[in-house]
């Protein structure tokens, strides 16, 4: 962006007024002292020297060259307070001085510099000599640059409030894991460097594509690619910019924006978090938004406004398709839909692959334990783990990272900042005891889970904590594996009440104990998993403030209610004494395994298993990776 004088103006406009309070507060010491002195009543001489007499008089400061002075006074017309009284002077009388003398009061003079009274006359002046600089400056240069006398004064033209790129420099190799939308866009591509193949058909070229997909999974780096491909300029705005306070401007920054775009077709135009203007337009709560349905309206009309040969395309990205204006996706607009998800395991492997090239590795790292521990990461995620990774390679002053760092990364991502180890013994046994249930009831049930590790040290909320591999991006989760996990997520709960009783039971199972209830409460409402049958009570979690889908509250009867509320407490409660009976069973690893917890603060899976194995044995699970 360039700043243009106006904005530097603008911008400088505080600081002169700040300054000119600085300038206030410290070249004109003597005057703001006796401002800030003065007495609230003030006295005439005559009174001033009835008051002497009568020895009421305390103390008596000079000022502004002894023609002002600040006396205390107290006395039974003041109500028997000392007061703070102003009188001028005549002049610097020197019988009153000797009066003062006499009388042994307390005498003060502050001289004023002499040159204090010009500096302030400067002070006052300069402040609105530069504002009326600064105004009329403002004025020439708009009216100059704009001819006629309506534009001046237009702070809502919008001055390069989108970003334009000649060159992105990004490709499509450096985009990985999404491969059916990268498949999709190349097609883009070629509408762009040879539009004649498509208009000697007769095709006509789509003007625009809706990117859809959750945050960081590489839209916006996938429009770049297209540009960079191409070998087109990349107009970008965020639709947040858009939306702005005063009426009129979004809509104004549209057609500047497109208005640019055709004059440097061909090129992409990239409109990033459409929903913030595209959003269903009349269902907001608490009425409209008018400067957002005129902004979106100007963003239809001059989409239609061209045709789709003149060579510019229009990609919008959202993580929020279900509340887009539905104009919006209508033939000729964004018609093309391209979804980008959250990679899996091949995906998340490629993005490694792309982000570990300008990494020092080391050699034996395997990037695929690394996308195998990182389930849900998206491309984002991905590569900010690597970045965190290297940082902490410097940091320790090593050469090259090794998957020591990558864990610990990890669990920074996942998990937050590392905190210090707990010293308190009685708590730190608790925890551990916690820990260690949640771990063992995971690794004695089949259907749940592996153990990672378990580990004593705090990170981000967490006192301690139990990682488990999470299986392979599962898509469908079986009624075993939902009611494994609750048991698992019980088990800290559990061994807490088995070991220290039903009175010393904590607080730390408050997270554990929402996860039951929530999994719990999916079962039934969801999933139809539970004897109220195969019914879908409750859609997934919608927001009634962001758009459509609204008035979904309740679709089901107060009897139904009863019963779900009754088919998840018997859910849980059957859990939770199963949960239980597994900690009392296997009390005897569990204190052993306490012990070695306490010690070591970190066990990590495999040796857990190994232990538990010389007791019980331990199911055997798929997908066992343990990354150190
Ligand atoms: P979005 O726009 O979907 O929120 P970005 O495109 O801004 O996500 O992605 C942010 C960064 O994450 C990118 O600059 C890139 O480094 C990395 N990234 C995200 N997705 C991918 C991907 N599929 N392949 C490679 N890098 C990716
Ligand atoms: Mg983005
Ligand atoms: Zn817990």
């Not at 009421?56 to 002002?68: E, P, Q, R, S």
């Not at 920054?253 to 640019?260: S, W």
């Not at 077709?265 to 929903?275: H, L, S, T």
């Not at 203007?277 to 938004?289: D, K, L």
Request: proline share 4%; charged share 25%; glycine share 8%.
């Amino acid at each position: 962006m360039k700043l243009s004088w106006k904005t530097l103006l603008l911008l400088s406009l505080p600081i002169i007024v700040i300054g000119f309070f600085l300038w206030q507060g410290f070249l004109a010491p003597t005057t703001n002292e006796l401002n800030t002195n003065i007495a609230r009543s003030r006295m005439t001489y005559g009174r001033f020297l009835e008051y002497l007499d009568m020895g009421w008089i305390k103390k008596v400061d000079l000022y502004d060259n002894g023609h002002t002075a600040i006396v205390e006074a107290v006395g039974p017309e003041l109500g028997n307070r000392i007061q703070k009284i102003r009188v001028e002077l005549p002049a610097t009388v020197p019988e009153l001085i000797v009066k003062l003398k006499k009388a042994n009061i307390d005498l003060d003079a502050h001289p004023t510099k002499n040159t204090s009274a010009i500096w302030n006359l400067i002070g006052n002046l300069l402040f609105p000599i530069l504002l009326i600089l600064g105004l009329a400056f403002l004025f020439r240069r708009s009216n100059s640059s704009s001819g006629g006398p309506g534009q001046a004064m237009s702070f809502s033209k919008s001055k390069a409030l989108f970003q334009m790129e000649a060159k992105t420099g990004i490709v499509f190799n450096d985009v990985a894991g999404i491969d059916e939308a990268k498949e999709e866009f190349e097609e883009v591509v070629t509408f762009l460097k040879k539009p004649e193949r498509f208009t000697a058909v007769g095709a006509k070229i789509p003007k625009g594509v809706l990117l859809i997909g959750p945050p960081g999974t590489g839209k916006t780096l996938l429009a770049k690619a297209i540009a960079g491909e191409a070998n087109v300029p990349f107009f970008s705005i965020s639709g947040s910019e858009f939306v702005e306070m005063f009426v009129g401007v979004g809509a104004s920054r549209v057609r500047d924006l497109f208005k640019k775009a055709k004059e440097n077709a061909p090129c992409i135009v990239f409109i990033d978090e459409i929903d913030a203007v595209g959003r269903q337009r009349g269902t907001g709560i608490g009425g409209g938004n008018d400067e957002r349905e005129q902004t979106l309206n100007q963003l239809l009309t001059e989409m239609d406004g061209f045709e789709g040969n003149t060579g510019v395309i229009v990609i919008a990205a959202t993580n929020r398709a279900d509340i887009l204006d539905s104009a919006l996706l209508r033939p000729g607009r964004f018609d093309r839909q391209v979804s980008v998800e959250i990679p899996d395991f091949k995906g998340r492997l490629d993005i490694l692959k792309v982000h570990a090239k300008n990494k020092k590795m080391d050699t034996g790292i395997s990037l695929s334990i690394i996308a195998r521990r990182t389930p849900g990461f998206s491309g984002a995620d991905l590569a900010n783990l690597l970045n965190e990774a290297a940082i902490l390679t410097a940091r320790r002053r090593k050469k090259y990272i090794t998957l020591n760092e990558i864990d610990a990364s990890i669990d920074r991502i996942v998990a937050g900042m590392e905190g210090t180890a707990l010293t308190d013994s009685k708590s730190k046994r608790l925890i551990a005891y916690h820990e260690i249930g949640h771990a063992i009831v995971g690794t004695l049930l089949k259907d749940h889970d592996p153990v990672q590790k378990v580990t004593l040290i705090p990170r981000g909320q967490a006192k301690g904590l139990t990682w488990f591999t999470p299986g392979e991006d599962q898509n469908l989760i079986s009624r075993s594996q939902i009611l494994s996990r609750i048991m698992g997520a019980l088990g800290g709960r559990a061994a807490e009440e088995v070991v220290f009783g039903d009175t010393e039971v904590t607080t730390g199972a408050s997270n554990d104990l929402q996860q039951v209830t929530s999994m719990a409460r999916q079962m039934v409402t969801r999933f139809g998993m539970s004897n109220i049958g195969p019914l879908c009570l409750e859609n997934e979690e919608s927001n009634p403030f962001l758009g459509r889908s609204m008035g979904s509250a309740s679709e089901y009867s107060d009897e139904i209610a009863i019963k779900i509320d009754k088919q998840i407490y018997q859910i849980v409660e059957k859990c939770y004494q199963e949960t239980v009976k597994i900690i009392q069973d296997n009390r005897i690893i569990i204190d052993r395994l306490v012990d070695l917890l306490i010690e070591r603060e970190t066990i990590d899976g495999k040796e857990f298993k190994e232990i538990i194995n010389e007791y019980t044995p331990v199911p055997e699970k798929e997908k066992e990776v343990y990354i150190i």
